[in-house]
């Protein structure tokens, strides 16, 4: 008998299983690691999976909005160190209040996005190509507007807030969710509105499925690829504070590396690397899974070197899933 016979049963989309399968994996990581090692599941441990999740979450985020309207960033790592370093500047070296440099990180992210967008709007660069590029320049200019040191934000004011404080723990002392998580929700439920709600965001699920018959249709692509790349960039910014807050501190050497875990958790969550098809809870249950996974290897004294083994092998087989979900 048909799904359509009975209106009141439901048929999950294979994006919708994969979604599943995900948030099922994360609940069997926690179980096997907590199970492994006592430390696991102490409340410690626990903030500093959420923190670590939030900084790739935002920056997992960014890629979800790339990734579905057929491209790709891997500039999303150097460029949240390049704007946290940015702040710095603003904050440290310049002596500016708090909101401009929270500002400064933001803006410098949108135009570097932007910057990036046109290469492959404009230019007609792939967006490997360009973002590769463009990964190299903000390494280099993170690195030279630096003077190569750390820059330390111990006389700033309520910067260390932004990711360390807890406003939840101060009203439930029980639950001391820090405020990066409560940034990656804001961020995430932004991120969701934008491609669920909005003209744009289904503009970037037409611009991923089908590039030639959006542009046929009227979508002016040009535009469309360097407003996500932008605003993709701008939330690279929103990651950049995060870190930054984390560390007290903007560490120019830091950034190369984190797209790979940015781009795993996104096609861990169901996100085609085909474009036309994600979301944005996906994304933040593959990012989980990546911080569980890393932080339940490191309390196993997990070799580095193993870690990032593993890593790539996540890596390949979600791109394996997301072929066979494809050519379904």
Not at 147 to 164: E, H, M, N, R, V
Request: charged share 10%; with cysteine; glycine share 12%.
């Amino acid at each position: 008998m048909s799904s359509r016979a009975l209106p009141f049963v439901a048929v999950a989309s294979p994006a919708a299983w994969q979604r599943l399968l995900a948030f099922a994996s994360l609940v069997v990581l926690v179980l096997v690691f907590g199970a492994a090692s006592s430390n696991f599941l102490q409340t410690d441990n626990l903030v500093s999976i959420l923190q670590a999740t939030a900084v790739n979450g935002v920056l997992a985020i960014a890629c979800t909005l790339v990734i579905v309207s057929g491209g790709i960033d891997l500039s999303v790592g150097c460029l949240m160190t390049f704007c946290a370093v940015i702040a710095g500047v603003v904050l440290t070296h310049w002596g500016l209040p708090l909101p401009l440099g929270v500002l400064a990180a933001v803006a410098c992210g949108a135009a570097c996005g932007g910057l990036s967008g046109w290469l492959v709007a404009q230019l007609r660069i792939p967006a490997f190509i360009a973002t590769l590029g463009m990964m190299m320049l903000l390494k280099g200019l993170a690195l030279v507007v630096s003077g190569s040191k750390p820059i330390y934000f111990l006389d700033t004011p309520g910067f260390d807030a932004i990711a360390q404080d807890s406003l939840v723990g101060a009203l439930l002392p029980a639950l001391p969710l820090p405020n990066a998580v409560l940034v990656l929700l804001a961020v995430a439920l932004g991120a969701s509105a934008l491609l669920g709600q909005t003209v744009f965001g289904r503009y970037l699920f037409a611009l991923g499925s089908n590039e030639e018959a959006a542009r046929l249709s009227g979508l002016h692509v040009r535009r469309c690829k360097v407003a996500v790349y932008a605003v993709g960039g701008a939330i690279c910014g929103i990651a950049g504070l995060l870190m930054a807050s984390r560390l007290n501190s903007a560490q120019p050497a830091l950034g190369q590396g984190y797209e790979l875990d940015a781009i795993a958790a996104v096609v861990i969550g169901g996100t085609s690397l085909a474009g036309g098809r994600g979301s944005v809870l996906g994304t933040l249950i593959g990012a989980f899974i990546m911080s569980v996974l890393a932080n339940g290897l490191r309390i196993l004294n997990v070799s580095q070197e193993w870690q990032t083994a593993v890593t790539g092998v996540i890596i390949v087989l979600a791109v394996y899933v997301d072929i066979l979900r494809r050519d379904e």
